[in-house]
């Protein structure tokens, strides 16, 4: 049996992760260089808690395994090779932004799942840190 932290994460997303406390000019977070990550993406509405602890409704949640993930990253579902950027085949309008994040521990305590809400992101990708 899988680990319990990589089990069921059989898709691709690009991650934009969003620097700590790093903002540009509009007050947007800046993001560092996309990476390729191994993910579960389940799209389906829910509520999970914010950041702010308060309710928020997301239009996707993200298995990430043991990689923590800040709110204010970007994540696009698909692999690295496929994204072309602003005026791709795909365009920008499928990208997410994380908005809430959650973590199950094991029974033993030793290592940790992630979990990250995403909605659909107002804006295009942020500025590169």
């Known amino acids: 049996m899988p680990d319990f932290e990589t089990m069921d994460r059989n898709q691709k997303a690009v991650l934009w992760k969003a620097k700590d ?3 540009d000019t509009f007050g947007q977070p800046k993001v ?3 990476i390729e990550i191994e993910v579960r993406w389940v799209w389906k509405s829910k509520l999970m808690s914010g950041a702010d602890g308060k309710p928020v409704t997301v ?3 993200v298995v990430v395994g043991d990689i923590s993930i800040p709110v204010g990253s970007v994540m696009w579902e698909g692999e690295l090779a496929d994204w072309y950027g602003t005026g791709s085949q795909f ?3 499928a990208v ?3 908005i809430a ?3 199950t521990e094991d029974l033993k305590g030793m ?6 809400g995403v909605a659909f992101s107002k804006d295009v ?3 590169l840190a």
């Open 21 to 23: 406390e790093t903002f």
């Open 32 to 34: 560092e260089a996309p």
């Open 59 to 61: 239009d996707a949640t």
């Open 91 to 93: 365009g920008d309008d």
């Open 96 to 98: 997410m932004e994380v």
């Open 101 to 103: 994040s959650n973590y």
């Open 111 to 116: 290592f940790v799942r992630r979990t990250v």
């Open 125 to 127: 990708l942020p500025n």
